[in-house]
């Protein structure tokens, strides 16, 4: 009887064991669906934000290089029709040759300017 009774207790612990195991994965499956789910939405909102930049680009970048060119030539002239004064020029000139010529996710997204 003695036996019995500590091959019962041997594998009641074993059975306990067992079920706090599982317990334990059936409580953290959710968390680890959660984290797979969010990096798919993140990995979805990348490549979004990655069309949206490069159609965004199409647009921006023929209009900033015109912007430059004119700003280039007509500080061009300022520089001239003032007799040499730099200043005048170069505020035409950093404002229309300076920036960014392509846009970015980061700036799409807000985080840099």
Same mark, same amino acid.
């Given at each position: 009887?003695?036996?019995?009774? *500590?091959?019962?207790?041997? @594998?009641?612990?074993?059975?306990?064991?067992? !079920?706090?195991?599982?317990?334990?994965?059936?409580?953290? +499956?959710?968390?680890?669906? &959660?984290? *797979?789910?969010?990096?798919?939405? +993140?990995?979805?909102?990348?490549?979004?934000?990655?069309?949206? !930049?490069? =159609?965004?680009? =199409?647009?921006?970048?023929?209009?900033?290089?015109?912007?430059?060119?004119?700003?280039?030539?007509?500080?061009?002239? +300022?520089?001239?029709? !003032?007799?040499?004064? &730099? @200043?005048?020029?170069? *505020?035409?000139?950093?404002?229309?040759?300076?920036?960014?010529?392509?846009? !970015?996710? *980061?700036?799409?997204?807000? &985080?840099?300017?």
């Amino acid at each position: 009887m003695a036996q019995l009774i *500590e091959f019962a207790s041997n @594998h009641l612990a074993l059975v306990a064991a067992f !079920t706090a195991v599982l317990a334990a994965l059936v409580a953290l +499956a959710p968390v680890a669906a &959660r984290a *797979e789910t969010s990096k798919a939405r +993140a990995a979805g909102s990348d490549f979004g934000i990655g069309v949206v !930049t490069v =159609l965004a680009n =199409l647009g921006y970048m023929p209009v900033k290089i015109v912007y430059g060119v004119l700003g280039g030539v007509t500080g061009g002239f +300022a520089y001239v029709l !003032t007799g040499a004064n &730099r @200043h005048v020029a170069d *505020e035409i000139w950093v404002p229309a040759l300076g920036g960014d010529y392509v846009l !970015t996710t *980061e700036m799409m997204k807000g &985080r840099q300017k």
